[in-house]
């Protein structure tokens, strides 16, 4: 079966138009067919020609004339008519939506018709993939058969039109311009004049927030940069002049972002919680300013942020006719489609109240673990029936943000995969996955195809939650466990041998298998001194595993290789983790009388962090910079551990670490203290300290180390405790029921 039949076969292509014959575009590696332009050809039509003209001659040799329809003299002679030509009158379209097409042919002659936009180019990519073989998988270049013939088929009527008007998928491919016509996809920046969380473009506090605290939210009482105070005429003024000039400068922009700006910190003055009374919460100033800006450029249309705070519409006031909503998937887990996982419930429920006063409706969703973007996120499954939940509840417009432009887990897959469900929700998923896979790997695909389906079936079974926020450690007793990782593993090395001899198709499978080796490492961090750690025995102490220093330098270069340029959202390049594990590496282990000592806490662990439990502090290894790896993690609670020795030992000192990482909301503890016991029940103080809290704004992230001298005396029973901070900082805006966490590693008995 040759490429071409076995692609038309795999899809259906025109299987019923080739039953009346189909027409011969090249024969032999010769054509006497030309492409026609309309007379009045735009920038668009040109372009599909010179598309169609240079893949045509890649494929076959031939080389097709490109003219203008008011040039061609012959009527007899064999075209491929572009765009809207006077030919193409012939062609019953109907009105054709933007950026749609149609691809049609009669007993001789081919037409693509596109609608608004770059419609006519999308028609002729479509015509290279769906009828000629052509396949572009990735970012690297198309795929091109080789053949003498090109044919099409005859009394062929495809029209295509696409299910959202915006349609981005956020992966590094989507960084390439041919893959984003190919795909029908667009790029936010060649959308929007401005984009994403606007407010500070708009008003910067770093020029106006000295001078003019009012312009900026009342936050528990007092100004700060957190978000913008809407009920301020000074800053409407100013945000209408800065949308002005920029509109000015980039007069050709589709849509003009009015949106907040990420995390909480909304205004509570009393203009703005009037305005929010009334609305029934802060979507309520929010949508009454988009509007009154909206309002002062009516030809242009706006998007604004329905996120956190915002996610649910206003009870009085709806959005203008040119302002666009975008909601935010945030909150929903991703192990389960988002018509059905209860953690999308609110989102549901906040989707149809927004359905209900508008029906200018965006969706920004998410598809990769932004704290470890290599981590195995296996919501593969769930990709087409999200697209089809939204396409089914007036979406619009969708943006699925991946790792945009690093390498993340099957970032080629996705991106293939999400941008052809962003066009038709309905396609045909295995069909679609098998073509993509084969494509890409080869005859690897067979093994890449049962891997995918393993990583899918296994979270299925273990019933584990996918978080965009997660962590392959959290997942060591599920679907990423060593057991689990094995199995996945094997399939792997049958494809790495089924492709051993193509290095090209090679590269691709040890890509795919980066996930993998980037949790197993994380894993060891967190095993330690158990099986699957970075250390082993040494007599009574630990050292560093002999195998890993190069095992840990194979997969950086790997990394680097693979495109991955950071690990997470605001994480490491590969060189910063090299640097990591290289003074995690360097670091003695330290013994401890308490080492795997039983502990008992009065608190337990958040949930979402569990780390070992308990046992965490006594595991025998130091947090890092990561307050999710080898740190005990208390949401709002504080740290009271007690630590037995088994049996009565002389200690002189202890000593620990508390992490401070504002940006995840972790503090230091107000105050340690330190206490002893013979029999569990009696303590005795024997220390105590304060911890000095951050004086101003830092973000850096720091481990505190906290120590106490001891008598000497022989003790049984240890309890530390650690007292948590009440507040957040008023200058770390958060949420009104955000509270403080503190985070302590290993505790030290020497």
């Not at 608190?603 to 502090?617: C, I, S, Y």
Request: proline fraction near 6%.
């Amino acid at each position: 079966m040759t490429y071409l039949l076995y692609i038309m076969t795999l899809f259906g292509y025109g299987c019923q138009s080739l039953t009346g014959g189909d027409i011969a575009l090249v024969s032999g590696g010769k054509s006497n067919y030309v492409i026609v332009l309309p007379a009045d050809a735009g920038k668009n039509d040109q372009h599909a020609a010179d598309v169609l003209k240079d893949y045509v001659k890649r494929m076959s040799g031939a080389s097709l004339n490109i003219v203008k329809e008011n040039t061609l003299k012959d009527k007899n002679q064999p075209a491929i008519f572009i765009g809207h030509t006077d030919h193409a009158a012939n062609i019953n379209t109907g009105e054709i939506k933007p950026e749609g097409f149609m691809l049609a042919t009669d007993s001789r002659d081919v037409y693509v018709i596109g609608g608004s936009g770059k419609g006519v180019v999308y028609g002729v990519y479509t015509l290279l993939e769906q009828y000629f073989g052509c396949r572009k998988y990735s970012q690297a270049p198309a795929t091109v058969p080789k053949v003498k013939d090109v044919r099409v088929p005859a009394q062929l009527h495809d029209l295509q039109e696409p299910a959202f008007t915006y349609r981005e998928t956020y992966y590094p491919a989507a960084f390439d311009n041919e893959y984003l016509e190919w795909h029908k996809l667009h790029r936010f920046e060649d959308l929007w004049g401005l984009w994403g969380h606007s407010f500070f473009k708009l008003v910067p506090p770093r020029a106006w927030f000295s001078s003019h605290p009012e312009y900026f939210a009342l936050v528990k009482g007092i100004r700060q940069p957190t978000q913008l105070c809407l009920s301020n005429e000074n800053v409407f003024r100013l945000v209408v002049d800065s949308l002005r000039q920029a509109i000015k400068e980039n007069p050709d922009a589709m849509y003009w972002s009015v949106s907040q700006e990420d995390g909480g910190g909304y205004c509570t003055c009393d203009l703005c919680r009037k305005v929010d009374d009334e609305e029934g919460g802060p979507s309520g100033s929010l949508i009454r300013f988009v509007n009154k800006v909206a309002a002062q450029f009516p030809e242009r249309q706006f998007t604004t942020l329905s996120y956190l705070y915002s996610s649910k519409p206003p009870q009085r006031t709806k959005p203008a006719s040119n302002v666009i909503i975008m909601l935010s998937s945030i909150d929903a887990l991703r192990q389960e489609p988002l018509s059905t996982i209860p953690s999308a419930a609110a989102f549901r429920k906040n989707l149809d109240a927004w359905g209900t006063v508008t029906s200018r409706l965006f969706v920004w969703d998410y598809t990769t673990q932004f704290t470890n973007y290599l981590a195995p996120f296996p919501d593969y499954a769930n990709l087409q029936p999200n697209l089809q939940y939204l396409s089914g509840h007036k979406v619009s417009g969708v943006f699925s943000q991946g790792s945009g432009d690093t390498h993340s887990d099957m970032a080629e897959f996705n991106a293939y995969v999400q941008a052809k469900y962003l066009w038709d929700p309905k396609a045909d998923v295995d069909k679609l996955q098998d073509d993509f896979l084969q494509g890409y790997y080869g005859k690897a695909g067979k093994n890449m195809r049962q891997y995918v389906n393993a990583l899918e079936n296994t979270l299925k079974q273990t019933k584990a939650p996918l978080d965009i926020y997660g962590n392959p450690v959290n997942h060591h007793r599920d679907y990423l466990s060593p057991l689990a990782i094995d199995t996945y593993s094997k399939l792997l090395d049958k494809a790495e041998a089924a492709v051993e001899t193509q290095p090209e198709l090679l590269k691709r499978v040890y890509t795919a298998r980066l996930p993998l080796e980037y949790t197993v490492l994380q894993q060891s961090r967190f095993f330690g001194t158990e099986p699957h750690g970075y250390l082993e025995a040494k007599g009574k102490e630990y050292v560093v595993n002999p195998r890993w220093p190069e095992r840990i330098r194979k997969f950086t270069a790997a990394c680097k290789a693979a495109g991955v340029t950071t690990l997470a959202e605001g994480g490491v390049s590969p060189d910063g983790y090299q640097q990591e594990w290289d003074s995690l590496l360097a670091r003695k282990w330290v013994s401890s009388l308490a080492f795997r000592a039983p502990v008992s806490l009065v608190n337990p662990p958040a949930p979402e962090f569990p780390g070992k439990g308990a046992q965490t502090l006594t595991d025998g290894l130091e947090g890092g910079r990561d307050f999710s790896l080898n740190w005990l993690y208390l949401y709002g609670k504080d740290l009271v551990a007690v630590i037995d020795l088994g049996t009565a030992k002389p200690v002189n000192t202890v000593f620990m670490h508390f992490l401070q990482d504002a940006r995840h909301y972790i503090f230091n503890p107000s105050r340690v203290s330190i206490a002893v016991s013979e029999d569990n029940t009696h303590f005795t103080d024997v220390g105590e300290q304060a911890v000095t809290p951050l004086q101003g704004e830092d973000y850096d992230i720091k481990n505190t180390p906290v120590s106490f001298k001891l008598t000497g005396k022989a003790v049984r029973y240890i309890r530390i405790t650690g007292i948590c901070p009440t507040d957040i900082p008023v200058w770390r805006e958060a949420p009104e029921s955000k509270r403080p966490a503190i985070c302590c590693d290993e505790i030290y008995v020497q």
